[in-house]
């Protein structure tokens, strides 16, 4: 905030500067863009979309490359769903800090970005059924599966502004991204002590293959996401 007043101050006081110039001995004093009055390299953005909503920061190198850092989180999302032979009540969360680089291979918006996340995603579900794999259970034995990406995810996209090294103005702009992370996640599935004690009693010990084949529908149903997808548009305000 100090560093934003100082600016303004110091702007006025150039503009002053150049007006009583120009009224006093004829001389033409340059200002904008030339003087960086106009231009700033600096933004704030928000933005939200398909996985969440988050805030960062923008800085123009210069006309071809911006640095940013952002955080973006969707809290808790919640739903049922099928995976598998059973309804699963499923809970996604994800939260994901992200530093990236925008190149601009044109003299306009249009970027190209590169980044790596730091996340926290995984998807939990927890089913409870009367029989699994032909193995009679009761209303209390439960299954529990969770998913979970690796904490460290390239990440690869294209969007719109965030252009703050050509000379743009202060601000209010437009901003967009799509794009995806990278990391195959890992699985795991378990049952409650009651439910694999009766699997193991119907198996002659064998119920961990039980839970093992409900695994790998776990896997044939989730392994797409081993490429995350992120669409997000939202407004900057550079200063």
Same mark, same amino acid.
């Given at each position: 905030?100090?560093?934003?007043?100082?600016?303004?101050?110091?702007?006025?006081?150039?503009?002053?500067? !150049?007006?009583?110039?120009?009224?006093?001995?004829?001389?033409?004093?340059?200002?904008?863009?030339?003087? #960086?009055?106009?231009?700033?390299?600096?933004?704030?953005?928000?933005?939200?979309?398909?996985?969440? !909503?988050?805030?960062?920061?923008?800085?123009?190198?210069?006309?071809?490359?911006?640095?940013?850092?952002?955080?973006?989180?969707? #809290?808790?999302?919640?739903?049922?769903?099928?995976?598998?032979?059973?309804?699963?009540?499923?809970?996604?969360?994800?939260?994901?800090?992200?530093?990236? !680089?925008?190149?601009?291979?044109?003299?306009?918006?249009?970027?190209?970005?590169? #980044?790596? #996340?730091?996340?926290?995603?995984?998807?939990?579900?927890?089913?409870?059924?009367?029989?699994?794999?032909?193995? !009679?259970?009761?209303?209390?034995?439960?299954?529990?599966?969770?998913?979970?990406?690796?904490?460290?995810?390239?990440?690869?996209?294209?969007?719109?502004?965030?252009?703050?090294?050509?000379?743009?103005?202060?601000?209010?702009?437009?901003?967009?991204?799509?794009?995806?992370?990278?990391?195959?996640?890992?699985?795991?599935?378990?049952?409650?002590?009651?439910?694999?004690?009766?699997?193991?009693?119907?198996?002659?010990?064998?119920?961990?293959?039980?839970?093992?084949?409900?695994?790998?529908?776990?896997?044939?149903?989730?392994?797409?996401?081993?490429?995350?997808?992120?669409?997000?548009?939202?407004?900057?305000?550079?200063?």
């Amino acid at each position: 905030m100090r560093k934003t007043f100082g600016r303004i101050l110091a702007t006025s006081f150039l503009a002053l500067m !150049a007006t009583g110039a120009h009224a006093s001995s004829g001389l033409v004093v340059k200002q904008g863009p030339e003087l #960086g009055l106009d231009s700033s390299k600096h933004s704030m953005y928000v933005k939200g979309g398909f996985l969440g !909503a988050g805030v960062g920061y923008a800085y123009g190198v210069n006309e071809r490359f911006t640095l940013r850092g952002d955080f973006t989180t969707m #809290g808790t999302y919640k739903r049922n769903q099928e995976i598998g032979h059973f309804d699963y009540d499923l809970k996604l969360r994800n939260n994901v800090g992200t530093l990236s !680089a925008d190149y601009f291979p044109f003299d306009s918006g249009f970027r190209l970005t590169a #980044g790596v #996340g730091i996340r926290d995603t995984r998807l939990t579900g927890v089913t409870s059924t009367n029989e699994f794999r032909g193995v !009679a259970l009761s209303s209390g034995d439960t299954l529990h599966g969770k998913v979970k990406w690796p904490t460290v995810a390239p990440y690869l996209g294209l969007g719109w502004g965030h252009n703050n090294g050509q000379n743009v103005k202060a601000g209010w702009g437009f901003v967009a991204d799509a794009g995806v992370y990278f990391g195959r996640p890992d699985y795991s599935l378990t049952a409650s002590d009651s439910a694999m004690a009766k699997m193991n009693a119907a198996t002659g010990g064998n119920g961990q293959a039980l839970i093992d084949a409900e695994l790998r529908e776990w896997k044939d149903e989730l392994n797409k996401l081993k490429v995350f997808p992120v669409i997000h548009v939202g407004v900057s305000y550079r200063f």
